[in-house]
């Protein structure tokens, strides 16, 4: 059995079928999955501005961008092992650099406030045999996370849940749309209006504690009852509701603290963004946006978004992501304009601007490693393809060696 990579599920009973050093086929996983164990079509090659390179060039390009710059970035990250990750994080720490991923923009909050105990939290495990009411929150796991309800909350039989889904268990969707998790989640579908997740907490927070809530009274009402009456709860907290509540995460943790019975799970993308996470907190205290001088400083102008908007960085080495295709267009203009390292196994719009591609071995099917899964359990991935591919790690150390 091998870990899929496709996201933050990490499942690792994966089958891969192998012929001339190819994964021909693959079972259990899911489309998503399947596609990404195949790798990609396009395999990035080395350069330098944007000409074919040996790969020694390209290292000693890099590093000499990275010497020459007086606010170097390291972005990414997500995509990559956490030895990588450590290893990026000591190569920042050489030079001064600033550090971020794309949780700056995303769930970082969320997942900072879990590290601290801010939250009650579980295992995907305990779901799966426990979890007798579950709330998807702005989250589409059906297209996002696509085995999520079959291998651990809705659908399996579990310890205590042996009706499963049939008798045992309720599904709720919370969302601005009626997404697959929705429809699947029939007769329990909340639909609120974009950016509506505050007040809808308000009002869930007032029935919950036995007053009329004036928002959508009927439904309100019945939701309290039902959560009140839940032995061990989930709420899978997607984007929808990260976004929508920004910053304001002490209003989740005021209605986690009067649903004693339920855990709240982050439903990270990313397959190693909580890796990433959790290896700068043990180092700095702090998930993303630091800045490494004589000590870990961590503030909001040192996420990507803010550091290309005040242009404060003025070299950026890309590990594995893709903020060309990501990143709002405002910013965009900066990213093209700075010398950009792209360290990625695949061709990606952000490799097409960059002053020095280096390809590296696809983590999980060339590489193997370890990656933190979405509720924080170290998994191992396997090394299934033999090549000749540098890993992430390997080519950051190489860099470490240069600068
Ligand atoms: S759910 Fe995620 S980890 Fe599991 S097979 Fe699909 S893409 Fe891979």
Not at 250 to 276: C, E, K, Q, T, W
Not at 283 to 293: H, L, R, Y
Not at 309 to 328: E, Q, R, W
């Amino acid at each position: 059995m091998v870990t899929c990579t496709g996201c933050a599920l990490l499942c690792d009973d994966i089958e891969a079928i192998v012929e001339d050093n190819r994964i021909k086929e693959t079972r259990n996983a899911c489309r998503r999955g399947a596609a990404r164990m195949k790798g990609c079509i396009n395999r990035l090659q080395p350069s330098v501005s944007q000409k074919p390179a040996d790969i020694e060039s390209s290292i000693g390009k890099a590093a000499e961008i990275l010497r020459n710059a007086k606010s170097p970035m390291l972005f990414g990250w997500n995509n990559s092992t956490c030895e990588a990750q450590t290893k990026g994080i000591q190569l920042a720490k050489k030079i001064n650099a600033i550090i971020d991923d794309t949780s700056s923009y995303c769930q970082g909050l969320l997942i900072e406030r879990i590290l601290q105990k801010k939250f009650r939290t579980c295992s995907l495990e305990d779901i799966r045999n426990k979890a007798d009411v579950l709330i998807y929150w702005g989250s589409d796991a059906q297209d996002s996370q696509p085995r999520h309800l079959s291998r651990f909350s809705y659908f399996p039989r579990g310890e205590s849940r042996q009706r499963g889904y049939e008798e045992d268990r309720v599904a709720i969707a919370i969302d601005v749309r009626e997404s697959n998790t929705a429809k699947i989640c029939k007769g329990h579908f909340y639909r609120i209006p974009l950016k509506g997740d505050r007040e809808f907490i308000l009002a869930l927070m007032e029935a919950l504690s036995g007053k009329v809530p004036a928002y959508d009274t009927k439904n309100m009402l019945e939701l309290a009852s039902l959560l009140k009456k839940a032995e061990f709860g989930a709420i899978f907290v997607g984007i929808g509701l990260t976004y929508s509540i920004k910053d304001d995460l002490d209003i989740l943790i005021s209605l986690a603290n009067m649903l004693p019975n339920f855990n709240i799970m982050p439903m990270v993308g990313h397959y190693n963004m909580r890796g990433f996470n959790e290896t700068l907190f043990m180092e700095t205290g702090f998930v993303n946006k630091v800045k490494f001088d004589e000590k870990a400083v961590h503030d909001n102008k040192y996420s990507i978004v803010e550091a290309l908007k005040n242009k404060t960085t003025d070299a950026i080495i890309v590990v594995g992501s893709d903020p060309m295709s990501s990143l709002p267009r405002t910013v965009l203009h900066h990213l093209a304009s700075i010398p950009v390292v792209c360290i990625d196994p695949c061709i990606t719009m952000t490799s097409k601007i960059a002053s020095v591609t280096i390809p590296s071995a696809a983590s999980g099917v060339e590489s193997g490693g370890t990656a933190v899964r979405m509720d924080g359990k170290v998994i191992v991935l396997s090394k299934i393809i033999e090549n000749d591919y540098m890993t992430d790690e390997e080519i950051l150390g190489r860099l470490m060696e240069a600068v």
